[in-house]
């Protein structure tokens, strides 16, 4: 069982930067793949970004050169460094990790980007 906790969410002015982190307890391991996703109501989860065990990372073209994913091992904490937040930046974002057919979610942190 792995349990995935989010914070670091909040309001920010467009231009601003938030730091969002997603602990992960339980059975997780180092080498898992661990995502960020963003709903915003009323949409389906969209995918921002991931990183690998070995510390590859992906994105979504919408947050190329604005956000940055990283993973502390020791703490089990994955990050989300989001810079020149736009206002269609606001959602709740998710961490995520699946093993096999298992999908975890963590219970989602606000963030509200203001024009």
């Known amino acids: 069982q792995v349990q995935l906790e989010e914070s670091g969410g909040g309001e920010v002015q467009a231009g601003g930067s938030l730091r969002l982190s997603c602990a992960a307890s339980g059975s997780i391991s180092s080498r898992e793949t661990i995502s960020w996703y963003l709903q915003i109501p009323g949409q389906q989860r969209e995918f921002i970004a991931s990183i690998t065990g070995s510390l590859t990372t992906g994105y979504a073209d919408s947050v190329k050169g604005r956000f940055t994913i990283s993973r502390d091992n020791a703490k089990n904490t994955v990050y989300l460094q989001m810079n020149s937040l736009k206002p269609e930046d606001s959602a709740v974002y998710y961490c995520?990790?699946?093993?096999?057919?298992?999908?975890?979610w963590g219970q989602g942190t606000h963030v509200t980007v203001s024009s």
């Open positions: 995520y990790t699946q093993r096999g057919r298992e999908r975890y």
